[in-house]
């Protein structure tokens, strides 16, 4: 499975992105799709994951992220409304098919 991230950008506060990880290879075998981040200085922390219809979210993403996944494009979203400063990282898509794969990270910036 390999995975292609995109969708990063500057945006100003209470803004919104899209995040887009595109997969290709054995995708039919995925169980769960996800997104990680990474601020500076801190620690990768989940973000939200989505399984068959069940998704999960962080606390600090909850009413403000909606992740989705087009099985027929084979393609992982992460929809960001309501963007704070404190979102700032590099956000990683990655795919569960028995082993976990990666996609590279695309850098989210919030900042006036």
């Known amino acids: 499975v390999q995975l292609q991230a995109s969708g990063g950008g500057l945006v100003q506060p209470g803004g919104s992105l899209r995040l887009s990880c595109a997969a290709s290879g054995s995708s039919f075998s995925i169980n769960v799709m996800g997104w990680y981040r990474q601020a500076p200085g801190k620690e990768r922390e989940s973000v939200a994951s989505?399984?068959?219809?069940?998704?999960t979210y962080a606390d600090s993403v909850k009413g403000r992220f909606t992740i989705s996944r087009d099985g027929a494009k084979n393609t992982l979203y992460l929809q960001m409304n309501s963007l704070k400063p404190e979102d700032t990282a590099v956000y990683s898509c990655?795919?569960?098919?028995?082993?976990?794969?990666w996609g590279q990270g695309t850098l989210v910036t919030v900042s006036s």
């Open positions: 989505i399984s068959g219809g069940k998704t």
């Open positions: 990655y795919a569960l098919s028995g082993v976990v794969f």
